[in-house]
């Protein structure tokens, strides 16, 4: 364990020394190390013995947005949240309510949106994305027109969110794909593709994210990880769902084309399991960016303060014009 801690701070270390050796002011104003991982190798050699993807550092601490050209014709100034408090779940055997965001003016346009799966932490609930700021965040870019109108689902994961089950017994992952997800697509005019859904999650919910999208990249091909716990016991997770064994074992994985996100402050004790995955990510060639943050912990503070960058990257190459997206009268692409 302390040598795993020391991995970490000392690949922290390398990182912010590659920043300082461009600015001398890094050190008195710390900005984001942003982790870029690519499918093809760096110039620059990895700053250790041991064979590891090469990691280039960007002192931005955002991710870039460019603003929409063409205003959103629309005058109202925010979304809708709608509550589906009695939502029951056959496989789980309890109710595992919901709530979907609808931006400005969805019944209006009569399209299709992109929409992006929001999974909370251990012991939380379907609330703790709106308490971290996501409502206020996605009317905000809405209205400057940095993100594209989308519609967001944050459902309540419930005991079996909670279970280290898996199918072919009663699991989370069925319960996303063949309960949450049908209802959704029923009920609002979504874009059904896997580039135009996405699923993320806080904590144990970046754990479900990265668990049924990296087994599913047909229906998800976005995935974000935000302090995101993969266990290591293969007798708690067995490998065929484990992150980390997918990882480094997935053999279509390559293949696959997924948009993936991690993100973690420096004192986050997460850190540590999602380097793990993003070097064997890394050692596979696999493009991934993983960000660490200079400042941040284990807890709401931090991801509330980086929430609109999440958004920012699920949203990243949708649509930020309606008249892009295509028509509601219409099956989905």
Same mark, same amino acid.
């Given at each position: 364990? /302390? $040598?795993?801690?020391?991995?970490?701070?000392?690949?922290?270390?390398?990182?912010?020394?590659?920043?300082?050796?461009?600015?001398?002011?890094?050190? $008195?104003?710390?900005?984001?190390?942003?982790?870029?991982?690519?499918?093809?190798?760096?110039?620059?050699?990895?700053?250790?013995?041991?064979?590891?993807?090469?990691?280039?550092?960007?002192?931005?601490?955002?991710?870039?947005?460019?603003?929409?050209?063409?205003?959103?014709?629309?005058?109202?100034?925010? #979304? $809708?949240?709608?509550?589906?408090?009695?939502?029951?779940?056959?496989?789980?055997?309890?109710?595992?309510?919901?709530?979907?965001?609808?931006?400005?003016?969805? $019944?209006?346009?009569?399209?299709?949106?992109?929409?992006?799966?929001?999974?909370?932490?251990?012991?939380?609930?379907?609330? *703790?994305?709106?308490?971290?700021?996501?409502?206020?965040? /996605?009317?905000?870019?809405?209205? +400057? #027109?940095?993100?594209?109108?989308?519609?967001?689902?944050?459902?309540?994961?419930?005991?079996?969110? !909670?279970?280290?089950?898996?199918?072919?017994?009663?699991?989370?992952?069925?319960?996303?794909?063949?309960?949450?997800?049908?209802?959704?697509?029923?009920?609002?005019?979504?874009?059904?593709?896997?580039?135009?859904?996405?699923? #993320?999650?806080?904590?144990?919910?970046?754990?479900?994210?990265?668990?049924?999208?990296?087994?599913?990249?047909?229906?998800?091909?976005?995935?974000?990880?935000?302090?995101?716990?993969?266990?290591?016991?293969? !007798?708690?997770?067995? @490998?065929?769902?484990?992150?980390? *064994? +997918? =990882?480094?074992?997935?053999?279509?994985?390559?293949?696959?084309?997924?948009?993936?996100?991690?993100? !973690?402050? =420096?004192?986050?004790?997460?850190?540590?399991?999602?380097?793990?995955?993003?070097?064997?990510?890394? =050692?596979?060639?696999? @493009?991934?960016?993983?960000?660490? !943050?200079?400042?941040?912990?284990?807890?709401?503070?931090?991801?509330? @303060?980086?929430?609109?960058?999440?958004?920012?990257?699920? #949203?990243?190459?949708?649509?930020?014009?309606?008249?892009?997206?295509?028509?509601?009268?219409?099956?989905?692409?």
């Amino acid at each position: 364990m /302390l $040598q795993r801690k020391s991995l970490k701070f000392h690949t922290l270390f390398v990182l912010l020394l590659l920043l300082t050796a461009c600015d001398p002011l890094a050190f $008195q104003a710390p900005t984001a190390q942003v982790v870029i991982i690519t499918a093809v190798p760096s110039a620059t050699p990895p700053p250790t013995a041991t064979p590891v993807a090469s990691r280039t550092p960007i002192p931005t601490p955002t991710i870039a947005i460019t603003p929409s050209a063409t205003p959103f014709p629309c005058d109202e100034e925010r #979304g $809708q949240v709608f509550k589906f408090d009695t939502f029951r779940s056959e496989i789980a055997v309890e109710t595992l309510r919901y709530r979907v965001y609808i931006p400005p003016c969805y $019944q209006q346009t009569l399209k299709r949106y992109p929409y992006a799966v929001l999974l909370h932490g251990a012991g939380q609930n379907e609330s *703790e994305w709106e308490l971290i700021g996501v409502i206020q965040a /996605l009317d905000q870019g809405f209205r +400057l #027109g940095v993100l594209p109108p989308m519609i967001v689902v944050l459902p309540y994961t419930g005991s079996i969110g !909670n279970d280290n089950t898996f199918p072919p017994d009663p699991s989370y992952e069925t319960v996303v794909l063949e309960e949450l997800l049908p209802a959704v697509e029923r009920d609002f005019c979504t874009w059904n593709t896997r580039e135009h859904r996405a699923i #993320g999650g806080i904590s144990r919910g970046g754990f479900w994210a990265y668990s049924i999208a990296l087994r599913h990249p047909d229906v998800f091909g976005i995935i974000g990880g935000h302090s995101a716990f993969f266990p290591d016991d293969l !007798n708690e997770v067995p @490998a065929a769902f484990n992150p980390l *064994e +997918l =990882a480094r074992n997935s053999s279509f994985l390559p293949e696959a084309r997924l948009r993936m996100y991690l993100d !973690n402050g =420096a004192n986050d004790f997460a850190g540590i399991s999602q380097e793990e995955f993003s070097s064997r990510l890394s =050692a596979r060639g696999i @493009a991934h960016t993983y960000v660490i !943050n200079p400042v941040g912990d284990h807890n709401e503070e931090y991801w509330s @303060a980086h929430v609109s960058e999440y958004l920012a990257f699920y #949203g990243r190459d949708w649509p930020k014009d309606v008249a892009q997206l295509p028509s509601c009268l219409d099956p989905s692409p």
